[in-house]
């Protein structure tokens, strides 16, 4: 896999896409799968999470990358793993499902997430402030109205910052 680079040590804004935008973070065991990889690396000191959302084809994270994890960055084994997962589940249950994302990789034979993760540096309080609304906000879109209000929506950071409860027990506010 190869991603736009980000630095140890810094926060972004991250956004990664399922494959061809397909809808495979439906169903909550596959959002299951990302909380906890995410909590995993937050356990293990590996990034600061700050705010994040996970939508039906993509997600969105605001995060600092503390240290590697073995030889790769964070946000490359979050990815990596969540796919081994996703195919995992979907060989068992699901196998139709895999054909929408067969590839002829040199180095796989299947792809869930696409190569071009986004990373934006957040410098600025006016930034931050910015993406951090912009994750929260994202299920109530219209585009996608899976709640009503932020905090209703249960994989999202929007109930942290709403209310002050970290349901997942890996979030630190962006202003600390």
């Known amino acids: 896999m190869q991603f736009p680079v980000m630095e140890l040590g810094q926060p972004y804004f991250f956004t ?42 993509h997600i969105h994270v605001a995060w600092t990358l503390l240290e590697k994890n073995g030889k790769e960055l964070p946000h490359a084994s979050l990815l990596k793993h969540t796919a081994h997962h996703f195919l995992h589940d979907l060989r068992q249950h699901n196998p139709n499902r895999l054909a929408d994302f067969e590839v002829a990789g040199s180095d796989r034979n299947y792809q869930f997430w696409q190569r071009n993760s986004l990373p934006i540096p957040l410098f600025t309080a006016r930034v931050w402030q910015q993406k951090v609304d912009y994750i929260h906000r994202n299920p109530i879109a219209e585009k996608w109205q899976l709640s009503t209000l932020p905090h209703e929506y249960k994989y999202s950071s929007a109930k942290f910052y709403e209310f002050g409860t970290d349901d997942f027990n890996m979030l630190t506010h962006w202003r600390v």
């Open 16 to 57: 990664a896409t399922i494959y061809k935008w397909y809808h495979l973070l439906t169903q909550d065991k596959y959002k299951d799968i990302i909380v906890d990889s995410l909590h995993y690396l937050v356990k293990h000191k590996k990034i600061t999470l700050f705010a994040f959302v996970i939508m039906p084809n």
